[in-house]
């Protein structure tokens, strides 16, 4: 590969997800960023209690973001053949973490409200 | 008690993060180059992957220039989608596209074939009777698969009675998989083939005796499938390290190779396949044969004298300048892709790095100046072993590995991120490529 565009990347995704699949999940992660930010602001802190919950649930994160990619892409676990394979995988189980968290505690945020104490 | 145990944001915060990811985001854009003025005729033969990414690229280089591009085929086929097309991963479908779809407005799509080529007058006839003057001519019209020169085989065979071609199109490539899914389920002997002459590809028969292997040994369990390889010399692959990676491979997955074997007909009836070697015909039984043609130029091509005279004698390639895709007789044509007489490189991967060589020579010459870059024979095979694996080979003409990704990506090692861009990124990276844009 010679050059690599942030076009490229993107179509890259689409190809990989499809084209619905993944501006569906471009619009999901924006609004839940979107709602991420909003509850900062508003609070004007971050939540321990709340955190706390958001990382429970990022093992779960995890192994869902694994599991989706490897079925998306016909592989297996037994694919995995070196170390930038490892590598690779730890992202993609990094990036749900991640996800899952930031999701948790938006939602934790927006429906139990900014009283709740700790 | 929420002050000891929180974190304190602010809008400020926020809005220094998003004005420097904007920053960085407008800092990596690249600045566009200037456009040269000039009234040039440029035809391009052929709107496969070579010919419209050339039309994408020269729109943009070009400022006035008169661009005619050729082909009778509505239809645009991303071919190393045939690959997984053959083994039931994808539709048909996923190879197919409309020609015009991917060319800039700027540019006249004729669909009609190229008919003769004048070299000495600078005109290209058409199959419809047009007439087209030239100044640069781009030979891009790709290759012919000679499925008439393998004794008792015909197209129609495809899908039945076990006989596989997925070379030849997309809906061969699906009825290749019924043959082959059949052969996976009940198990057999597996013929599978490559063709004497220069070839698309030449990892793709690998990939497919690799999948087929694969998937069969997960349906029908171990044990129950006998795997040959044909070669047609006395390599697995044309260089040699890689060679030498498969024949190992080979040997772990208990696939036979043949060396020297070049299939010469085919019994659809009694299943038996003739192969030419050193020591005379010798016939193989088969309950699944893939067959892969021999490959040459259009017979248009090899009409008109741009043909090497004294090589490829039987196959009619371009003889053109291995580094600058130059006509060594007629510096006013180019020609790449599957086309180009070149020792390597018949892959869409080549042609990506063959486009800009080709872009930067013609426009230098539209200037009055000489251009600079080379092509080095890069050609690059996602030589997938697995459903799931794929070893990213790339090379050049001098058989020297050349790998893009030095120390992440090891091209001999079986490795799912290979099998991703196989899968997934590849055909990303080629649709960008026909837009010109990588």
Redesign the interface.
């Known amino acids: 590969m010679e050059q690599l565009t942030p076009e490229t990347l993107i179509a890259v995704f689409e190809e990989i997800f499809g084209g619905p699949l993944f501006w569906g999940m471009v619009a999901v992660a924006v609004a839940v960023t979107l709602a991420y930010l909003y509850v900062l602001i508003r609070d004007r802190s971050m939540s321990m209690h709340k955190f706390l919950w958001a990382q429970l649930s990022m093992p779960v994160g995890a192994v869902a973001a694994v599991v989706f990619v490897l079925a998306i892409t016909h592989s297996n676990m037994r694919d995995i053949g070196g170390p930038i394979d490892v590598i690779v995988l730890l992202g993609v189980a990094a990036m749900g973490a991640v996800g899952l968290a930031i999701l948790v505690y938006t939602v934790q945020s927006l429906f139990r409200g900014s009283q709740q104490t700790d | 008690?929420?002050?000891d145990?929180?974190?304190?944001?602010?809008?400020r915060t926020?809005l220094g993060l998003a004005l420097g990811g904007l920053a960085t985001a407008a800092s990596?854009r690249p600045a566009p180059a200037q456009r040269v003025q000039t009234k040039a005729r440029i035809v391009i033969i052929g709107a496969g992957a070579a010919g419209t990414s050339v039309a994408n690229r020269l729109v943009e280089r070009l400022d006035g220039a008169s661009i005619t591009i050729l082909d009778p085929s509505a239809e645009h086929l991303y071919q190393p989608g045939l690959s997984l097309v053959a083994v039931g991963?994808r539709p048909a479908s996923y190879t197919q596209s409309n020609t015009a779809d991917w060319l800039p407005k700027d540019v006249t799509l004729i669909p009609e074939a190229a008919a003769a080529i004048d070299a000495e007058a600078k005109t290209v006839g058409t199959s419809d009777g047009q007439t087209l003057s030239y100044d640069f001519l781009v030979v891009a019209p790709g290759l012919v698969l000679d499925h008439d020169a393998i004794e008792g085989f015909s197209l129609d065979m495809v899908g039945s009675n076990g006989i596989g071609a997925l070379y030849a199109g997309p809906q061969y490539a699906a009825k290749t998989w019924e043959a082959a899914s059949k052969f996976t389920e009940d198990g057999g002997v597996g013929v599978f083939t490559r063709p004497v002459t220069e070839m698309k590809c030449a990892g793709a028969p690998l990939k497919h005796t690799f999948l087929i292997e694969d998937i069969a040994t997960r349906t029908a369990g171990a044990g129950k499938h006998e795997m040959h390889y044909a070669a047609h010399d006395g390599a697995l692959f044309g260089v040699p390290i890689v060679s030498e990676k498969v024949r190992m491979l080979f040997g772990d997955r208990g696939i036979t190779p043949h060396y020297r074997h070049v299939l010469k007909a085919v019994d659809g009836g009694r299943k038996i396949a003739t192969f030419e070697t050193p020591d005379g015909d010798t016939e193989m039984e088969y309950d699944y044969l893939h067959v892969i043609p021999p490959q040459r130029a259009p017979e248009v091509i090899r009409q008109s004298g741009l043909s090497w005279a004294d090589k490829w004698t039987d196959q009619g390639w371009v003889e053109v300048d291995m580094k600058t895709l130059r006509h060594l007789r007629y510096p006013d044509i180019f020609a790449l892709g599957d086309v180009a007489g070149v020792p390597k490189g018949k892959t869409a991967a080549s042609v990506?790095?063959q486009v800009?060589v080709v872009e930067d020579h013609l426009v230098a010459a539209i200037e009055g100046r000489e251009g600079r870059a080379a092509y080095d024979g890069y050609t690059s095979c996602p030589l997938i072993t697995?459903?799931?694996?794929a070893m990213l080979v790339e090379f050049d003409y001098h058989n020297n590995l050349v790998p893009?990704f030095p120390g992440?990506?090891?091209p001999l090692?079986?490795?799912?991120?290979s099998?991703?861009m196989k899968?997934?990124?590849l055909?990303?990276?080629y649709?960008?490529m026909l837009r010109g844009?990588?």
Request: without cysteine; hydrophobic residues 50%.
């Open positions: 008690m929420t002050s145990n929180s974190i304190h944001t602010s809008r926020f990596v991963l990506k790095w800009p697995r459903v799931g694996r893009s992440m990506i090891a090692e079986e490795l799912w991120i099998w991703l899968e997934v990124a055909k990303a990276t649709n960008a844009k990588a």
